[in-house]
């Protein structure tokens, strides 16, 4: 037993002063307010919950930054595709763990505890299943135990082109399964978990699966969730109203039961209607503003949807920039430019933008995960501390806190980073840094040779 003790901390019920936290066996068995530190505790500033990143490709980590330079004078979501296709043509599974491992480092660097790993990356180099159907599902699972992040899989189911069951393309090759060797997939990577795993399932779009396909597919998630890419591209809504007269959220909602075991990645463009439907569907929107803004994709309209009550999650999906503080800030952001207002998405409740920013996102985050979040006796022991004498905390009190941090500092104002009880980050750096930084210039500098 280990025990930790904050000048504050933010509990379930809101902040609260000298804080010890008792952790055993990765999990929080004790939480006791207004008490002295003892002799032995680990004594820090202020603690906050880690944040749950609901939505990754941690290959894509090792491609960020290649596709910033004009192709054609149309470049967009679907040219950039183009070059992320070419770019996994030569991975292997070691290559995979070694990218993830680096992107899962940065994770936790910035405050992610736990990642929805979205998976789809599944078959051989030649578009065969590999000997082992959960190869490459163990690649993640390496890369997660090398930087110790929490880990929700998320196998992709994938088979299709485009909408009404098109032929794939060849780039697609790597990503494809059909009905019947999906479960034995699926299985495959479950065996592979560590204990505070989760594992949920991801049909991967309704560009890439059909409907009876999707309902096929779903019990294979047993009690875990359920996440789908949808309405991300203005392509993909027109393209989806051709073939069903209906948006891809607008279906989804009247097709696939939606509730609180879902997590729509994106939900980026939806009408006033599907808005106030998702929000009142108890499922979360999976937003991921950084890799949203540099795709070119468009802005979710965040104001409505929470005043409509809807829950989200924060992703950095293609991991072009792995950093939690920044999605908040984009989510508020781009809120601002749409707007021509500012502090949009405070409400009578929470005038600070960054705790309810941080809250919602901890909250929808967990919920999209699959796990009990917060610090709480149960939860695992995911704690992020910050470093109060950072300047940009100069002055600050927990009532401003979130929006020093969300809005006024770098990543270096996080100090400790502790993920299942062990402390992961220290001084704002990660302990196997190092060592993991080494093997992911070494197979970048190989890919791209
Ligand atoms: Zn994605």
């Known amino acids: 037993m280990t025990h930790l003790w904050f000048e504050n901390a933010l509990l379930p019920q809101g902040w609260a002063q000298r804080v010890r936290i008792g952790i055993s066996g990765g999990c929080i068995v004790s939480v006791d307010a207004d008490i002295a530190p003892l002799p032995g505790d680990e004594r820090h500033s202020t603690a906050l919950p880690g944040l749950c990143n609901v939505h990754s490709h941690g290959f894509q980590r090792g491609m960020a930054g290649l596709s910033e330079r004009r192709g054609r004078p149309d470049d967009d979501f679907w040219s950039w595709r183009e070059v992320m296709y070419r770019f996994l043509d030569r991975l292997t599974p070691d290559d995979i763990a070694a990218i993830t491992a680096q992107a899962y480092v940065e994770m936790l660097e910035s405050g992610f505890t736990r990642v929805g790993e979205f998976h789809y990356l599944h078959n051989d180099i030649d578009g065969r299943r590999y000997a082992d159907p959960a190869e490459t599902a163990g690649a993640i699972v390496a890369a997660a135990q090398t930087s110790g992040i929490g ?135 999976g937003l991921c503003p950084v890799t949203e803004a540099n795709l070119g994709d468009g802005i979710f309209p965040a104001e409505r949807y929470l005043g409509a009550g809807g829950r989200f999650g924060v992703g950095t999906d293609s991991n072009i920039l792995v950093d939690a503080a920044a999605e908040l800030r984009a989510i508020e952001y781009s809120q601002r430019l749409t707007h021509r207002r500012r502090a949009v998405l405070a409400d009578d409740r929470e005038p600070s933008v960054g705790k309810r920013l941080f809250t919602t996102a901890l909250q929808g985050g967990a919920q999209a995960l699959g796990v009990a979040g917060g610090l709480q006796v149960g939860a695992s022991a995911d704690l992020v501390s910050l470093d109060r004498t950072h300047p940009a905390m100069a002055g600050a009190d927990t009532d401003t806190l979130f929006d020093r941090w969300v809005f006024a500092a770098r990543s270096s104002v996080i100090d400790c980073v502790w993920r299942g009880g062990r402390k992961q980050v220290e001084g704002g750096r990660h302990v196997a840094a190092g060592q993991v930084s080494e093997a992911y210039r070494r197979t970048v500098a190989g890919l791209l040779s």
């Not at 009404?164 to 060849?170: I, S, V």
């Not at 396909?213 to 047993?222: G, T, V």
């Not at 996440?227 to 809504?237: F, K, N, P, S, T």
């Not at 989806?240 to 994106?266: G, N, T």
């Open 151 to 285: 880990l929700t899989l998320l196998p992709v189911f994938y088979a299709h082109g485009d909408f009404g069951g098109a032929a794939p393309a060849p780039g697609q090759r790597r990503f494809l399964s059909t009905i019947d060797d999906f479960a034995p997939l699926v299985e495959a990577s479950r065996s592979k978990l560590p204990a505070d795993a989760r594992q949920g399932i991801a049909p991967h779009s309704l560009r890439a699966i059909t409907p009876d396909e999707l309902a096929a597919i779903l019990p294979l998630a047993h009690d875990g969730p359920i996440h789908i890419h949808a309405a991300e591209q203005m392509r993909e809504v027109e393209a989806c109203v051709a073939w069903s007269r209906a948006r891809p959220v607008e279906w989804l909602l009247d097709h696939a039961e939606i509730d609180a075991r879902w997590c729509l990645i994106h939900a980026t463009h939806l009408s006033d209607a599907e808005c106030d439907r998702l929000a009142a569907s108890g499922a979360v929107a």
